[in-house]
């Protein structure tokens, strides 16, 4: 694909987003709250190679990787693939064992959005759903980075009707559900997530 044409389509924050080589080295390293350096790196090398298979296996679409924080260590980690607008986790048998093996597991989700926006609907409500889902962190087509992470006073039911209440409302007003999760992440605070 032509420079040119990529640049256009870098401009379509609604339309998908080829990824690039550089976009790939651009994924900035982040200070992720509550993590150490150790962990930082992990979550950067992890973030590439979300975006790594996203544009060499499942052109350019989402691509989520499970990984267990506790590891400490880039191995055990599972890999699912999807399409342009989502991905089904737990496909992969690594993901579904780290989705399902209880609570003392703390997880990671990493995924890309193809359209370079941040987190949709479904992410919060998935996030919220699973309480061994500490981080969801989401790296767009173009390498930017955006996180939610539970935080100790996280309250599942709070979030829960918070979200019930802003989509409820949402729909009502016919407000779109890009809007809508907008909306919570301003608010995600409230409830005690913090969004980054």
Request: positive net charge; hydrophobic residues 35%; proline residues 2%.
């Amino acid at each position: 694909m032509s420079e040119e044409k990529q640049l256009r389509q870098a401009k379509k924050r609604d339309k998908k987003v080829y990824i690039t080589d550089i976009a790939i080295e651009k994924v900035p390293y982040v200070k992720y709250k509550g993590m150490d350096e150790e962990q930082n790196e992990i979550m950067q090398k992890l973030a590439r190679l979300v975006l790594k298979i996203s544009k060499t296996q499942n052109d350019s679409n989402e691509v989520a990787i499970i990984w267990d924080m506790a590891s400490r260590s880039m191995e055990g980690y599972g890999i699912d693939r999807g399409d342009e607008h989502s991905v089904c986790l737990g496909g992969d048998p690594v993901s579904y064992h780290l989705l399902h093996s209880g609570e003392k597991v703390v997880l990671v989700l990493l995924h890309n959005h193809p359209s370079t926006r941040t987190f949709s609907l479904e992410d919060i409500y998935l996030l919220l759903e699973r309480d061994n889902v500490k981080f969801m962190v989401m790296v767009s087509n173009q390498g930017q980075i955006h996180y939610i992470k539970k935080e100790e006073d996280f309250n599942t039911q709070n979030a829960g009707m918070m979200y019930n209440k802003i989509r409820s409302e949402g729909k009502r007003q016919g407000i779109s559900a890009y809007q809508m999760s907008l909306t919570f992440l301003k608010r995600c605070n409230e409830v005690g997530l913090f969004y980054r």
